[in-house]
């Protein structure tokens, strides 16, 4: 299973949120590039980088720290946080990402989402599926829409697309454990999905539950910076 540690970003400083909530942010490092060298260097191979600053304005702001990390690390580097146009999207490949990371935009303009999976191909982007009671959220986890995320899925993966995460926002930041009923019903449904496991994590115990559900991957952020996992353990799973 592949490891995925997080970086989230404000102000070009690492960070972390509890529950997407702004005002309970924890400064962890004001060095980004350090954290993901401090990856690197443990053998991870994948980052999951996160403009939170962009996700808030709805339009891509932290790149510069994408392209230092991508240009002083060889790890593959998934980035996302306010894609929401074509210029976003160009910005995050030339500045040096591998996968874009969308969410929003495949919500609520899939059509858009579409012509982007046509023009740059569905294997460069990472799609997120925030979900409260099985139904997906958007605008930072304040709305929560009618549409099933199984429904949600299955129409992405018909366009090709074959890698997603599912983020459960009620286990978000909380340390409490991940989703795993929910990420076992996923993966019941679509065994050909590539699908990653992503908020919850509290320890090494819920990675190795998440493994033995089929999970292909797992996000990991606080529990990294909290000290519930370290990086020798994560550098044995490599």
Known sequence: MEIIPA?????GKCVRLTQGDYEQKKIYNENPLEVAMEFEDAGLKRLHLVDLDGAKAGKVRNWK???TVASKTNMVVDFG????TAQDVNIVFNSGAALATVGSI????????????????ASRFFLGADVKNEKITVGGWLETTDRWVYDFIREYMAKGVRQIFCTDVSKDGLLQGPALELYSTIIEQFPELHFIASGGVSGMDDVFRLEEIGCKGVIIGKAIYEGRVTLKELSELC
Do not use: N
């Open 81 to 84: 946080g306010g894609i929401k």
């Open 65 to 67: 720290v994408l392209e």
């Open 106 to 121: 495949a919500v609520k303009d899939g059509a858009l989402f579409v012509s982007w999976l046509e023009e740059y191909g």
């Open 7 to 11: 970086i989230d970003i404000i102000d």
